[in-house]
């Protein structure tokens, strides 16, 4: 497997494909042919089956797939086979949510700790997770083996802190900051611009409203 | 405009040009070339041009762009230039974290309520933003003009819930529910689903542990 080879939109299809089949392990389903689950998910067989070549097929002429299989291999891909430190970095209320979410658990990714630079709130806690003050995320990140840090920080503090833990080692940064970072290309970057998506949501709905316009 | 002729591609980057040239203005510049605008936002200057040739151009040969005029023209055409009024279904950490978050008001998405099936969460509120029940929903939509629904409810809820702001009259949907929803065709949906974005950047810290391997 080679990521060069491997488009963005294949990449953001992945998880998606990762969601279908879990729900069909939690409905029994053993195995599913291309056109079946092409009509779940709304996308053709021919994408279906062109998306999973990329990683050498699963698929069996006049079989199908198996579920599980399928699943668990998706899952390798995903990087979901092993467990992920995370830690969370701006403790108010998006970093909070994240931290009182367990689904993310359940995929292998803990939550070892929440960090601010308020004071008031040092020694709280969220679902048992401890909130610490930055002073102590060097030695942290050191000593749990954390890979991905979670940006819940305002922008204008965002690119400071990404040089700093980039100095630290990490080696994934979960960006809810509304901002570009700059990071080493050996760094990744995923990022969640909630203002972009609201924004991509007004387009869409201006776009009918126009077009409704013209049908009247 | 027409929104069929116009790519997801494209149509996702709009909200990072509008994002760019506000920045722009905050810094008091007043016009760019697409070559500067292009090294500020890591895309190509062609890149540039053809997206915003989408929409008419905008730009003046040998002037380059005028940074307000097409900040105001990305504006309209992102809806941004009228109010528009959500509510919040959901009042967990997420759902609160969103009311909490002023930067949707600036861009004129005003949250006008906040909505949960928890009667211990009744007559609260967040930001001066009242939490109600789900019996005022109907009432409250129709009295306020609401036209966009966020939903930070748990996935299988989100289904029964979408067809219910359906027949209420909502004609865009934020999800962040972990599920992908069946709405009719007038109705648009941006999904935000957060176990994706993070499986996304998993899948990247993956495929370079595996190239940094063939390395060493």
């Given at each position: 497997m080679d990521s060069k080879e491997i488009s963005q939109a294949v990449i953001k299809r992945l998880p998606r494909y990762h969601r279908y089949l879990g729900e069909l392990i939690e409905k029994g389903i053993e195995r599913i042919s291309s056109n079946e689950l092409s009509t779940r998910m709304r996308v053709t067989a021919s994408q279906i089956r062109q998306d999973l070549n990329n990683f050498g097929g699963f698929g069996q002429q006049g079989y199908g797939y198996n579920v599980k299989f399928l699943y668990s291999e998706m899952g390798k891909i995903l990087g979901l086979d092993r467990q992920h430190n995370m830690i969370i970095i701006g403790s108010g209320n998006l970093g909070q949510?994240?931290?009182?979410?367990?689904?993310?658990?359940?995929?292998?990714?803990?939550?070892?700790?929440?960090?601010?630079?308020?004071p008031r709130l040092e020694g709280l806690?969220?679902?048992?997770?401890?909130?610490?003050?930055?002073?102590?995320?060097?030695?942290?990140?050191k000593e749990n083996n954390i890979e991905i840090a979670t940006l819940t920080i305002p922008k204008d503090k965002a690119g400071d802190m990404a040089d700093m833990l980039v100095k630290y080692g990490i080696k994934a940064i979960w960006n809810f900051a509304h901002v570009d970072l700059q990071v080493p290309d050996d760094v990744v970057v995923e990022n969640v611009h909630l203002s972009d998506s609201l924004m991509t949501l007004s387009y869409k709905l201006s776009c009918y409203e126009i077009e409704n316009q013209k049908k009247m």
């Open positions: 949510a994240l931290a009182n979410y367990v689904a993310f658990e359940k995929k292998g990714f803990i939550i070892k700790g929440l960090f601010d630079i308020n806690s969220v679902r048992g997770i401890q909130i610490m003050m930055i002073e102590e995320l060097e030695d942290f990140i």
